[in-house]
C-alpha cells in the first residue's frame, strides 16, 4: 500500500496544538487513519501507509510520531 497523495500533502506539523478529534477529522479528510498514543505509551511497529501516529495530552495533540 501506499501513502494516499492527499495524506502526503498534508503538513502534520499542523495538527500539533489541535484538539485531538479535529486533528483526526483533517487525517481522515486526507484519506488517513489516526492512532492515538499517550505521552511514553507503547506502539506496535507494523507500518501502514495510510496511517498517522498522534500524541495526546489531555484531548491535545502534542506531538505528530509521523506516518506509518
Known amino acids: 500500500m501506499t ?3 492527499a495524506l502526503s500533502a498534508l503538513n502534520l506539523q499542523d ?3 489541535l484538539p485531538a ?3 483526526a477529522a483533517r487525517v481522515e479528510r486526507a484519506e488517513g487513519i489516526v492512532r ?3 505521552r ?3 506502539m506496535t511497529m507494523d507500518y501502514r501507509a495510510n496511517r ?3 500524541v495526546v495530552e489531555d ?3 502534542t506531538e505528530v510520531v509521523g506516518i506509518g
Open 3 to 5: 501513502t494516499p497523495t
Open 52 to 54: 498517522v501516529t498522534i
Open 40 to 42: 511514553g505509551g507503547l
Open 15 to 17: 495538527l500539533v496544538g
Open 21 to 23: 478529534d479535529e486533528a
Open 59 to 61: 484531548g491535545v495533540v
Open 36 to 38: 492515538r498514543i499517550p
